[in-house]
């Protein structure tokens, strides 16, 4: 895999930029944003991920020896450019808010202050970070939303678009209310809890299905899970009682049949006959096969007698929005505010703080972008300082606490907003103070243009 902290991991644009900077001793400190424009169709909200990587990266950000001799072979740079990068290191600060935060559009959810040639450069690897895990916790958010009393697994590792994603769906996934994964390796760096069954090529390495799940039975006893839908679901059902007797004698229990093709509502209240039929009313039924959201809420209207779900391809691959209309832009440079004006894509300058604010219940009633020193009231502020002259500022959160506060944020969200389709819009205002500081860009901008400013390089 390649290491978290490779620099080169970046669109070539951020090293010609770097380049032109360092050539002109471009080292004022800058601010950037990250934020989002505009939530994926159907979606109300969206669920922060993926701080603690982007942390470790920024922490650990080095060009190794191997980078800086390809840079210096490349031809692409001058040599007194790759030296300058050979003591490249992150030495600014990063206010955020905390993983498992709802937000909406136009709200920065993490903002970079560093030297303008160090806040450039991780523009790409911090959208790549974010982008992803958000849109994974927030999609597994709404399938717990869809089935909120049954387990949910992440499935996904073998379709994700490689290794790093798969393993940052599993984390991902479990920040948004999963209750684990099959990925193993999210166990011993995530502390993600570990789930699985068995293959069709188990079944089918053996002459006889009985003696297959036997066999995997007395291997692996515990939480006995048989994948029962190889050959002819129901017939398999039907022998389970025999199988569950013997294995009884030995202190043997099936605890689930998993269901993975078919009409899985129809197989699922077919099966949950057999088994109550034949005594196995303790044996759960779990289902998986091109699942998300939507179509776990469509089995349970149909009634399917399913307690748990297997979510893998559509998840891992956050099929229904690949990808977030998202940003990291610049919105100040040497003490100035700046500004993006492009249609459809302006941004707010300046350094922004978001304040969300509360209904008696302790519902959320709507959000303000505000500029930083504008006072909090009555509101709750959401971005934090968690990094200061490249270090993290204080141990971060667990994962399995940023889960809990994930599932905080989402029973305080506008029951509305959870909907899975054509959720409403959530209020969030922009503060007089922001737009009066857009005005004074833009009267900058236009004042300069006018004039027919042309940069001249000193003789």
Known sequence: MIPANALLLTDF???????????????EEAVFDFHVRA?????????????AQVLEMLRDARFSDEELAWLRDSGRFGDDFVDYLSGFRFAGSVDAMAEGTVFFPD?????????MPQAQLVETRIINLLQYQTLVATKASRCVSAAPDKLLVDFGLRRAHGAEAGLLAARASWLGGFAGTSAVLAGPRFGVPLYGTMAHSFIEAHDDEMAAFERFARARPDGLVLLIDTYDTEGAARRLPELAGRLARDGISIHSVRLDSGDLAEHARRVRRILDDGGLSSVQIFASGGLDEHGVVALLADGAPIDGFGIGSKLDTAADSPYLDCAYKLCEYAGTPRRKHSEHKATWPGRKQVLRHYDARGRMTGDRVQREDEPAGDGELLLRRVMDHGEIVAPLPTLAESRAHCAAQLDRLPPALRALDAAPSYPVEISDRVRALAREADVRIEEHQRAGGVWRPSS
């Open 39 to 51: 939530l994926p169709p159907g979606y109300g909200y969206l669920v922060a991920a993926g701080l």
């Open 107 to 115: 709200e920065p959810v993490l903002r970079v202050t560093a030297p």
């Open 13 to 27: 644009y951020e090293l010609a930029m770097l380049e032109a900077y360092y050539a002109q001793g471009m080292e």
